[in-house]
């Protein structure tokens, strides 16, 4: 079991002060694919939210008993871990297509409302690099469910923040340069500053 | 685009939160803050001031001759943002680092954002918190005791010893202990204030729900930290939450609209500074809270029903 306030610090960790879209910009390339409307970025967020933990739980354990395995002293037996990249974008693939698959087939409902994003993970490097990390800086299985649920919560909340903040700057006379990306850009390196301010 | 059509679409929408007699009484009352500042410690302070608001007219005169827009339309408002970060700056700050503060703070807070009354982050605090990032030491030593002149620590919520007596109220209300440079007389910042609710420059919602809305959170954890959360009534007079309250929480451009975007908002701005306070080590939460809550501001005002897009 984890205790609380471990598990707080977790939570807190991966919502904000290790942001994965703030601090190892990863998924930038899906703030252009949303088109600045909130309601695109929930269905992404949703769709991350429902892959990413099944994603993250598999490669985990593929990668701690396929990949790697160790004997009960600590020994080393196999390292196959140079194939990890490899694996994991097989693995993201098969899931996120399968996913797509069921969803359709099951919630039909669903699949009308996220399916057009729940294909897009294949390509968004958030799942890639929440794997990544897993495997470099969590220790459990649990921990690296409870890991991917709130990397993909603290993705979607700064998603739908600065979707909110792009919406209400849509009739500003906002400099020809700067217009699009390089305004998101600034926002969110922003956003970056408030929370790297108060891990300082 | 070319420029004549960027110009109509600007006229089309100037009629926007700026209101250019608010703008002039809400510089007239910073100035005086600055004054009452300067009274207390020394004309240092005013230098600053002039320094931070000949940079912010530089910035925006270089800006508006690079897009070739109109320069003065506005003029008014480039008073304003450098005014409240001298006002939120410890009076020993060296003057290069007010220059860099205000410069970030206008070029990226505002100018980007299109100008005067379109920022989605208050400016000065987006500069203030380039400072606090960049500078931490200088921002968090830079404190004057304005008895003896000497260079000393901003009292803190964790100091609190000499609470508990009206005596030491009066102190802090008159401006005997080390603060920034606005908050440092609290009186004045009350009758001020006073006088912009009366003004209706300043919605009253905003300060009302974030000092009540802070003593209460105050009071709730300290039920559960009594190490961290102490006397209610005293933590209000701390640090800069009651500037802050009256004068850059209030932004009407940066915070939201309607009155139940207000209240969500001072709420907001009242638990995050309270949680900042007690439990990080921040020097100062409520900065850090106007900012965050100026990030989700735009997501309080919508309707669930106006979503639909």
């Not at chain 1, 490899?86 to 899931?95: A, D, M, P, S």
């Not at chain 1, 998603?159 to 400099?175: A, G, Y």
């Amino acid at each position: 079991m984890i205790e609380f306030t471990t598990f707080a610090q977790l939570i807190v960790a991966t919502l904000f002060l290790n942001n994965v879209l703030l601090f190892s910009f990863l998924g930038l390339e899906s703030v252009t694919t949303i088109e600045e409307k909130p309601k695109n970025a929930l269905k992404l967020s949703l769709a991350l939210l429902l892959v990413l933990p099944i994603v993250s739980v598999i490669s985990f354990w593929i990668y701690h008993n396929l990949l790697l395995s160790v004997s009960d002293t600590g020994e080393v037996l196999a390292d196959l871990t140079y194939l990890q990249t490899f694996v994991f974008v097989i693995t993201i693939t098969v899931v996120v297509v399968l996913f797509n698959v069921l969803i359709k087939k099951f919630f039909p409902k669903l699949y009308a409302f996220i399916g057009q994003y729940a294909i897009q993970l294949v390509s968004n490097t958030v799942v890639l690099g929440v794997l990544l990390i897993n495997i470099s800086s969590v220790d459990t299985l649990a921990n690296s469910f409870y890991f991917s649920v709130f990397a993909a919560f603290g993705y979607g909340l700064v998603l739908m923040i600065l979707t909110f903040i792009e919406k209400h700057l849509q009739e500003s006379p906002i400099p020809k340069g700067f217009k699009g990306l390089p305004l998101q850009l600034i926002i969110l390196s922003i956003i970056a500053l408030i929370l790297y301010g108060l891990n300082v | 685009m070319n420029t004549i059509e960027m110009e109509s679409l600007e006229i089309k929408q100037q009629p926007l939160k700026v209101n250019h007699r608010n703008l002039l009484i809400m510089t007239v009352f910073l100035t005086v803050l600055l004054l009452i500042g300067a009274f207390v410690y020394t004309f240092y302070v005013l230098l600053m001031g002039v320094v931070a608001v000949a940079t912010s007219l530089i910035i925006e005169f270089i800006f508006a001759r690079v897009r070739k827009l109109k320069y003065g339309k506005d003029i008014y408002g480039e008073f304003v943002t450098p005014l409240i970060f001298t006002l939120l700056m410890p009076p020993g700050l060296p003057l290069y680092m007010v220059v860099i503060g205000v410069g970030f703070g206008v070029f990226f807070g505002k100018s980007i954002f299109g100008g005067l009354g379109r920022n989605i982050f208050n400016p000065a605090l987006v500069g203030y918190l380039f400072l606090l990032v960049t500078f931490p030491t200088e921002v968090s030593q830079s404190f004057i005791d304005p008895g003896t002149g000497q260079l000393v620590q901003s009292l803190n919520i964790s100091d609190f010893s000499f609470m508990g007596t009206t005596q030491n109220l009066f102190a802090l209300l008159l401006g005997q202990y080390a603060n920034t440079i606005g908050s440092t007389v609290m009186l004045g910042v009350w009758i001020v204030g006073a006088i912009l609710l009366f003004l209706k420059i300043a919605d009253w919602k905003i300060p009302l729900t974030v000092l009540v809305a802070s003593a209460v959170f105050t009071v709730i954890l300290g039920r559960f930290y009594p190490d961290q959360f102490h006397d209610a009534f005293f933590s209000l007079f701390l640090g800069q939450l009651m500037f802050a309250a009256f004068f850059v929480a209030t932004d009407p451009v940066s915070g939201p609209q309607t009155s139940r975007g207000k209240v969500l908002f001072g709420i907001g701005i009242a638990l995050i500074t309270v949680v900042i306070r007690g439990l990080a080590d921040a020097s100062e939460g409520v900065v850090y809270a106007i900012i965050i809550m100026n990030a989700v501001a735009p997501m309080l005002e919508k309707n669930p029903k106006e979503e639909e897009v």
